[in-house]
């Protein structure tokens, strides 16, 4: 089995905060807003690490350009 990258968690967890924001909107409950508050913190902590995975790839691009100089 192919493990996920990051981008596809943040992906797959934008997808389950969408249903459950519609299941929210639908009906108030106190269970659809705490599962739609719980996907955007997923979303959230899943946005930072691949900020981090980007930054991080771009800054050894960046090394490997300046030793291959």
């Known amino acids: 089995m192919i493990k996920d ?3 596809d968690k943040l992906t ?3 997808m389950e ?3 459950a924001n519609e299941a ?4 108030k409950s106190h269970r ?9 913190r997923k979303i959230r902590e899943l946005a930072k690490e ?10 050894t691009k960046k090394q ?3 030793q291959g100089k």
Do not use: G, P
């Open 5 to 7: 990258d990051t981008h």
């Open 12 to 14: 797959k967890a934008y």
């Open 17 to 19: 905060y969408f249903k």
């Open 24 to 27: 929210y909107m639908s009906r």
């Open 32 to 40: 659809t807003h705490l599962a739609s508050r719980r996907w955007l």
């Open 50 to 59: 691949r900020m981090d995975e980007i930054h991080s790839d771009y800054q």
């Open 64 to 66: 490997a350009e300046k």
